[in-house]
């Protein structure tokens, strides 16, 4: 959550759009206000709006609006804020000052101790302008250094004092060509190029200047330089006291800028929901074998006897992609036989789970790699001694770092917040694993094989999913817009269960309505109390030997007036009676236990288009940042 932007050249120049386009890139991170300092000749020099920088940041308004005197400058920082402590306003906003407006500093996290901390540095006659958890920062550097500490070692004696989390940039007119930063739980990389280094807490902001960058590692911090001599760098970590660490930059080389631009279509969600088809088939791609009918996952190759034995599993994740892993246990379960227990990561934490890590493994799904909950839990499911392995999107994350081994998603970047491609290419990832799992434990040859060749088939029958579904979904969305539905339940059952989970998720995070799913089997036992001709029920089911059943629940719908949509297949459609219900054909697919990678795109594209009829921001709803990295 929150971004973080900081450049530093030793070839001056007009940083202001730099930094812009660098939090346009960041967006996601946090939209609700916005901010940039520069060291402007001998002073600093701040602007902060309210708004997300694409809307509120331009750059030929800045320069005028700061007065900025030098023709470039070295140093510039910049911030994406998602509120924590203190409402979205200007005051709030990053960058923060110290009392001399000498010192000027980003944050991303949370501080957990900050009011003990600002009680005190207020007793000392320091003057607060905010409310957040982040000013403390600066006003304890300020402190250090007034005692004659060099700003780094003000910045190694502060972080001594915070309790939390914390990615941090600072700089001070005192030191015009240095830039510190530190990280604790929060995401930190830098870019490096000939003239510049670009500090972000996401990668994002800084491949649109360089593809080589390092990240750092929880306990490090960093002194950036640039002057006549060039740019340098200089990594340590203030855990163990180590002065010098060598860090081997990672250069990224299958990565297009394009990835980060919505190119012809009108939003990011839009953009993503149509590249699904492309990041499921990448992330299948070499990671099968057709002649054994199996699944290859070189990420866990050395695990496979670990595999074979496992007993018991658990999944743990957050949110969609907590769905994902729980439609992946359903699967595990009924191809490989293998309990599985599907944990929500801000729970398991808390709480005992009785499962020896003996004859148990764990799985972490996370796209952004970053979720506080999701890696703290995995943390502590290492030291319980569970063997930990990671289905993560982002290379080199805090969390595919954390756990022992894993397999990456190949989605790309994921920019719309309410994730789609991560949450197919997570079962594509998940569906070979339970292939996998299930080839070890008594699954045919032939079985393996068919489900590969199905398996294969699945881009082609998304795309076809997305073409023929598109237009009947915004008529749909239009359709209940205009009915206004005040209650809206998303039912199946089995596999179906944690995709309406999903389903239900990507509706309430887009429109703002409240969503709510359960097993269609339940409605009789309390819920159908809710139906009325105000309520809409959608319901997924594909002619399975539970068609029926779920037929019958339909009809009491009906009987008291609610609204049903139905999400089916080709023959399940034929055996449905139009007029009454809403019909949502996908394509027929000869395994049930696929359909879930079908069913999913109408529904992203029922809250996608019934969002837009509302006139809602679809890559930005309210309230949510994309990466969650407060617990
Ligand atoms: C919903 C959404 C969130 C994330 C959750 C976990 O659209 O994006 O529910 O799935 O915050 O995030 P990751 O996968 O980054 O760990």
Redesign the pocket.
Known sequence: MCGIIGIITNKKRDLVPELISSLRNLEYRGYDSTGIALIDGTVIKRLRRVGAPSDVLHAEEIAEELEIKEIGQSIGIGHNRWATHGKPSERNAHPHIDCSGDIALVHNGTILNYESIKDELIRAGHMFTSDTDTEVIAHLIEDKVAEGLSLQNALLATIERLEGSFGIVVCSTQEPARLYVAKRGSPLSFGIKNDSLIIASSTNAILAHTNTFITLEDGEYAELAADENGIRYHVGNFLDKRRGITKKPTTITDFSIDELSKGEYESFMRKEVYEQPAAFRTTLLGRYDEQTGDAVLGGLIDHEETLRSTQNIITL?????SYAAAVGGVLIEALAGIPVRNEIASEFRYRTVPLDPKNTVLFT????G??AD?LESVKEARRKGYPTFGIVNTVGSSIAEAVDAGVYTRAGFEIG???TK?FTSQLAVLYLLALKLARTRGMTLQAGRAFLAELERIPEMMQRTLSETDELMRAYAEKYVAKNIRTINFLGRGIHVPLGQEAA??FK?LTYIEAGNYPLGELKHGPIAVIDKHALSVIIMPKDELFSLSKNSIEQILSKDGNVMVVTDEAGARELKKGSIDVVTIPTLSNPLLYPLLEILPLQLFAYHYARALGNNVDKPRNLAK??TVE
């Open positions: 994740a957050c949110g969609t992609a799904v996370s796209q952004s970053e979720t999701t917040v309410a994730s991560a998720l990507k995070e990466s969650v």
